[in-house]
């Protein structure tokens, strides 16, 4: 059993469940836990207590620390074979920085991740590379996510030059072609640059070089938020027909609601480094009970002008404080019409509210609010 | 803390100026660019018009050519490479094209200011915002600088920025996201303008602070009867605050609508297409519609209709006639007051 | 999934081969891959500064390597009773006599012929020498970061502030032997901070994107990132600083020699060093190295602009 630090009121909730940590004494141990099929709906990664907290310094040959910014400040979630969990959130927020520690290309501060029952901030060498292979990651914007110097062909193909285990030598144009089929795209454009395609044709090629090494878990940080309104349709419903197809767990970044909607089985909302709340999409869109979720819902612009009118808006006052000097006590306080002498001195966690606790709702989800209530803003009044 | 409103209303549109007609006008609009490829036909005949107190929203993906379109007005086009072979601006019936680089300094700013997308790069990072907003006042007005400073603290009071006085003397870069859009607002306030291009205003904010910004915007324009143009590719922020909406789509104007109505009943398989494609908050539905294919290369913009390859209804006629912006009418021939569409099958796609 | 999104993508890959082979132009040829580099090289072609100094360039090449081609005349050998200080017979095109005679009584023409191999040489091995030193120590400044970066910029601060000409003075002062591998070396010694610090300045900007931060996600090892990934990506810059600092080298191993510091042999600047004393009676003999070094320089300054145009996509 892992030890869930500070986190253990939440273990008898949904979204997180006890981690089965596999003890690998050995690399090839360890390797075969990563190669292990997860059934569907078990979960695949697990994250506990993660953080992230980027040093501020200040001087130039002797630098001294004076601060912190808490860039993702203990987050937990799990990830369930099969399904697409939307992270959502402001810029700021830390959505991003979470994928980068889950891709390993960052540095945890604290906390763990497990993928399969391993710890992946912990591992190195065979059984790093093995993770690696298994979590992929699609990027926000397709001009700068593809090496301008390498033909399209280059770009799907290498990871089968740096896991050379996955395609032999011989079979490995094939294999870039039928990617290149996969996600829509004429094989024949193996040759081609990426200069000479569309933001909407980037971003297929890549998904393609993220599908090359059959992952497990796909990472994807803004990946339509780059692209025309009329191409984001096209790639999101690639994206859904590759989960199918593929069996793909989707980790779903965005900050556009109303695709995360679209595409996510649960939905998480962070705020300041912190999950807000997390449950299903029908528990957060239509029962959202933490005050900034009804906030972030009630401001999302509706292309329908009398849906619009009909609906009850809350508009916040002021700014996403600095992460680098939060608030005390709950983080959205500055900001919530809601707040209380309580909020400044007690943090809340992220649990089921207690006004919520054993009721049969779609309201009694996690939410970390002190005074949580249910509040219908998506639909009219 | 916090403003909780049951029902925000939509400001009716109003006939604004109707006795010395429209504030602006654009008639017959072609720009062009050209580069090593050949000719980027970027802007190909716009008409559209602004009167005192109404919002025109001009709705397009990238590469319709909404912004070409805002900056030759604004006449802050690069040319070369731009050049722009035909049309006229009128600004209150003067055309703006052929006045002298003088007379057109004159209005720019004083008439018609711009907002635009990236405050942080709109501002200079080493100047206080006191300063430049002050600057607007001193060069057009001769004020000095304690008056020009007094008026910058009530413009910031205006645009509803915190402690105004106390953050005058602070820089640019001190302000957040949406603080400094609001500068930008208060700096094309500043000489009263009666016209601002608002060109993508909220696109690089946090949607709690896009609504803030946009609600902003339309009580100013209510405040001071100014022509407001919209420029963005967003459906939703549109459907908030205009009065009717031009959609563009490879430097043409493919339809345009009162708001409501656009939204109810497109008229042409473009904007139905955009509609359609956009998750819904308030629905989960299995698949999402999409338009498929790319948006055109302004370099080799298809013939006749340039929606055609995209377009579920294209028959031969698409690819050979390029359709007018015609009158929509309804099934029994009334007319629909504002609407057009230049689709040879507008019948069939309003009505059937 | 239902059927429809099958067909859905299968139109997408129609519609996508008809938006880059437009179907309102079925005549058009398909488009053909086009690399970043092959853009470049288009636009080079395109270029008359490029045509002028490449003509140059090949010219001086040439001669650097084919001296024999030009002249019959040993450039060493003088016959100081016949030719003392002989005028120019500007008739006699390409002959021994068409420059004049210095005051050994060597052929000014083939001595400005044979300096040119000194010069290229100089010229190229130090750009080649400080483009690697420069480049290697700009590209692990930049990838590394944190401390290496720290020691690796400011001992690139120490032999930028140092005095480029002086302190070479100084180091071929030391040698007796001035070869040409020596010339370079001291040349080189001094000369490789610009290209380290444009190199670094590259390297940071490019291990940001996107693209890197995809090849580490899959587990790419240091040098596949750094060689297959920034490299080519950070080449632009330093070609066009390169090219442009090749004139620079030849001018600067000029004046080693003008004072008296540069090579043993032939070389434009002993020439002009040697003219320099009998100016007011045999200009010729400073005129023509001078003319050739002044067109050497000017055309390797044209390239590396030429290069640059074609290279900075922001001037396109």
């Known amino acids: 059993m892992a030890e869930l630090s500070k986190n253990d009121e ?23 836990a990563i190669e292990a099929p997860v059934d569907r709906g078990e979960p695949i990664l697990q994250v506990r207590n993660l953080k992230k907290h980027f040093p501020l310094t200040q001087g130039i040959l002797f630098k001294r620390q004076i601060g912190a910014v808490k860039a993702v400040d203990g987050i937990s979630f799990d990830l369930h074979q099969g399904e697409t969990l939307g992270i959502v959130g402001e810029s700021g927020c830390g959505k991003s920085t979470v994928a980068k520690l889950l891709m390993n290309l960052e540095r945890a501060t604290a906390g ?68 290149l089929d996969v996600v829509g795209l004429n094989p024949e454009y193996i040759n081609r640059y990426p200069h000479q395609f569309s933001g909407g044709q980037r971003q297929r090629i890549g998904i393609a070089r993220g599908l090359a090494l059959n992952p497990e878990i796909i990472i994807c940080d803004e990946p339509v938020s780059a692209l025309d309104v009329s191409v984001q349709a096209q790639v999101i419903n690639l994206m ?42 029908e528990q957060i869109y239509d029962h959202p009970t933490h005050p900034y979720t009804q906030a972030l819902l009630s401001a999302v612009p509706v292309p329908d002008p009398e849906a619009r009118e009909h609906r009850e808006r809350i508009i916040l006052t002021g700014d996403v404080p600095s992460p680098a000097n939060p608030p005390s006590g709950c983080s959205f306080r500055t900001r919530c019409w809601k707040a209380q002498d309580k909020c400044s001195v007690e943090t809340p966690l992220l649990a089921v509210p207690e006004v919520f606790m054993g009721v049969d709702s779609p309201a009694a989800h996690e939410s970390a609010c002190h005074f949580a209530e249910e509040k219908n803003v998506v639909h009219a009044a | 803390m916090t403003i909780i409103e049951d029902s925000v209303p939509v400001p009716a549109p109003r006939k604004g100026g109707a006795d010395d007609g429209p504030l602006l006008e654009v008639r017959d609009l072609h ?91 709109s501002l200079n990072p ?85 609504a803030q910004v946009m609600d902003l915007l339309a009580d100013l324009q209510r405040e001071y009867n100014m022509g407001l143009i919209l420029i963005t590719h967003d459906l939703g922020v549109v459907a908030d605050v205009a009065d009717k909406i031009a959609v563009m789509y490879a430097g043409r104007i ?27 908050l308030d629905q989960k539905g299995q698949e999402l519609y999409a338009i498929k294919g790319l948006p055109p290369n302004l370099l080799r913009i298809p013939t006749g209709c340039a929606f055609n390859p995209r377009c579920p209804k294209a028959q031969d006629i698409c690819r050979t006639d390029v359709p007018a912006l015609l009158p929509v009418s309804e099934q029994d021939g009334t007319e629909l007051v504002g609407r057009g569409s230049a689709c040879h099958f507008w019948k069939e796609t309003i009505h059937g | 999934m239902p059927d429809v999104t099958k067909t859905d993508v299968q139109t997408a890959v129609a519609t996508d081969g008809g938006a880059t082979t437009p179907v309102a132009a079925p005549a058009a040829k398909p488009e053909k891959s086009r690399s970043l580099w092959g853009d470049a090289w288009n636009d080079l072609r395109h270029s008359w500064i490029f045509g002028v100094s490449a003509v140059l360039i090949l010219l001086l090449l040439t001669i650097t390597f084919f001296p024999g081609l030009f002249t019959d005349t040993d450039p060493i050998k003088g016959d100081l009773a016949k030719h003392f200080l002989q005028k120019p017979k500007l008739g006699h095109v390409f002959s021994a006599d068409w420059l004049g005679y210095d005051q050994q009584g060597r052929s000014v023409y083939a001595r400005t012929i044979y300096g040119t191999r000194a010069s290229v040489a100089v010229g190229f091995g130090t750009t080649l020498a400080v483009t690697v030193v420069g480049g290697l120590m700009g590209m692990i400044a930049g990838y590394f970061g944190g401390i290496v970066d720290s020691i690796l910029s400011r001992l690139t601060d120490v032999f930028f502030g140092i005095p480029f000409l002086l302190a070479t003075m100084v180091v071929l ?44 996600a ?50 434009w600047g002993n020439d002009i060093s040697d003219g320099g004393n009998q100016i007011r009676v045999a200009q010729w003999i400073m005129l023509y190295p001078s003319i050739m070094l002044s067109i050497t320089v000017l055309a390797f300054i044209m390239l590396g602009e030429a290069v640059r145009n074609a290279l900075d996509p922001k001037l396109r």
């Open chain 1, 10 to 32: 939440q273990e008898a909730t949904p979204n997180v469940s006890d981690v089965e940590v596999v003890d690998a004494h050995s690399e090839t141990e360890a390797v075969a």
């Open chain 1, 112 to 179: 763990e991740i497990f993928y399969k029952g391993q710890d992946i901030t912990k591992l190195s060498g065979r059984a790093l590379k093995a993770v690696r292979r298994n979590i992929q990651m699609v990027f926000q914007d397709p001009y700068t996510s593809l090496n301008p110097r390498m033909t399209v062909g280059d770009i799907i193909g290498e990871p089968f030059d740096i896991h050379p285990e996955v395609a032999p030598k011989g079979d490995r144009r094939r294999k870039v072609q039928e990617l």
């Open chain 1, 240 to 281: 859904e027909r590759l989960q199918d197809e593929f069996n793909l767990s989707y980790l779903f970044i965005a900050h556009d609601l109303s695709i995360v909607r679209h595409i996510s089985d649960r939905v998480g909302v962070m705020y300041l480094g912190k999950m807000a709340e997390i449950g299903s999409d």
């Open chain 2, 31 to 121: 720009v062009e660019f050209h580069t090593r490829e050949g000719v980027a036909k970027a802007v190909n005949g716009v008409n559209y018009s602004v009167s005192a107190g109404e919002t025109l929203a001009v709705l397009g993906e990238s590469g319709s050519g909404k912004s070409v379109t805002a900056q030759a007005i604004m006449g802050i086009l690069d040319m070369p490479p731009a050049r722009i072979p035909q049309g006229e601006i009128l600004f209150r019936g003067q055309d703006m094209l052929k006045m002298s680089g003088e007379e057109r300094r004159k209005i720019r700013g004083q008439k018609i200011a711009m907002i635009f997308q990236d405050a942080l790069s």
């Open chain 2, 126 to 210: 080493v100047l206080s915002v006191g300063y430049q907003l002050g600057e607007m006042f001193r060069v057009h007005q001769g004020l000095s600088k304690k008056e020009a400073k007094a008026k910058a603290i009530e413009l910031m009071d205006r645009v509803k920025i915190p402690a105004a006085a106390a953050r005058v003397n602070d820089y640019p870069h001190q302000f957040s996201g949406g603080m400094r859009q609001r500068i930008m607002i208060a700096m094309a306030l500043a000489l009263e303008p009666d016209l601002i291009i608002a060109d993508e205003p909220t696109t690089a904010l946090d949607v709690t602070v896009q």
């Open chain 2, 254 to 280: 493919v339809e345009r609508a009162p708001v409501h109505e656009l939204y109810k009943r497109p008229a042409h398989p473009y904007t139905r297409g955009l509609l359609d494609s956009i998750p819904r």
């Open chain 3, 173 to 216: 002062t030391s040698f007796p032997d001035r070869t040409t591998w020596v010339v370079i070396g001291a040349l080189a010694a001094f000369g490789w901070t610009q290209i380290a610090r444009v190199m670094r300045g590259a390297v940071i900007t490019t291990k940001q994107a996107d693209y890197v931060h995809a090849a580490k």
């Open chain 3, 218 to 267: 899959l587990g790419a090892s240091t040098p596949r990132i750094m060689f297959r990934h920034i490299l080519p990506n950070t080449l632009a810059p330093v070609i066009v600083v390169s090219t442009i600092s090749l004139g620079v080298y030849i001018s600067a191993e000029a004046t080693l020699s003008f004072l008296g510091l540069g090579l043993n042999g032939v070389s």
